[in-house]
């Protein structure tokens, strides 16, 4: 049975900063309200990521200053099927360096997932997370998307075939 857990960031990989034209997809951006501010989102996306969820032994889990927010106001606002995911916080990471990568090596020591996928467009700048994710090698798979266009559908397709065909 599949064990892998995706941990999601919002701003930047569910929703790019300042979008403008058209989604990677093609398609008008898509706005909500999402309780303190008006979010843009593909729709496309957030489809592909409810496809995603629905899969047996695949966990998903908040990765996001968003904390709490992102299953109460952002999920509702886009549709996504996201409000009964867990969200880390940055609390939940504690020492020195990227509260993200502490608090996400905290998750996988409790919870011990076969795979790891980890989206977030604030990893390519990031050193202590790469080096994490190359001790990994083929348990993880690390995916820091252009913030002003989100998950591309080639990154969602990356993510797919990853969970469907694990070579961990």
């Known amino acids: 049975?599949?064990?892998?857990?995706?941990?999601?960031?919002?701003d930047g990989v569910v929703c790019p900063f300042g979008a403008t034209g058209t989604t990677p997809w093609g398609s008008a951006w898509s706005l909500a309200n999402a309780g303190m501010l008006?979010?843009?989102?593909?729709?496309?996306?957030?489809?592909?990521?409810?496809?995603?969820?629905?899969?047996?032994?695949?966990?998903?889990?908040w990765l996001t200053s968003w904390e709490d927010m992102a299953p109460r106001y952002l999920c509702p606002a886009v549709g996504l099927d996201g409000r009964q995911w867990p969200w880390l916080t940055a609390e939940s990471g504690t020492g020195e360096g990227?509260?993200?990568?502490?608090?996400?090596?905290?998750?996988?020591?409790?919870?011990?997932?076969?795979?790891?996928?980890?989206?977030?467009?604030?990893?390519r700048y990031e050193p202590d997370a790469q080096a994490w994710?190359?001790?990994?090698?083929?348990?993880?798979?690390?995916?820091?998307?252009?913030?002003?266009?989100?998950?591309?559908?080639?990154?969602?397709?990356a993510v797919s075939a990853f969970v469907a065909a694990p070579v961990f």
């Open 1 to 10: 049975m599949l064990n892998v857990t995706l941990y999601l960031d919002v």
């Open 38 to 61: 008006e979010v843009a989102y593909a729709g496309e996306l957030v489809a592909g990521l409810n496809g995603l969820a629905r899969l047996p032994g695949l966990r998903c889990v």
């Open 98 to 123: 990227w509260w993200k990568l502490a608090a996400l090596q905290e998750d996988v020591a409790t919870t011990a997932p076969a795979g790891i996928v980890w989206i977030d467009d604030q990893l």
């Open 133 to 157: 994710a190359a001790i990994l090698g083929a348990r993880i798979l690390a995916v820091s998307p252009d913030p002003r266009r989100g998950i591309s559908p080639a990154e969602l397709a």
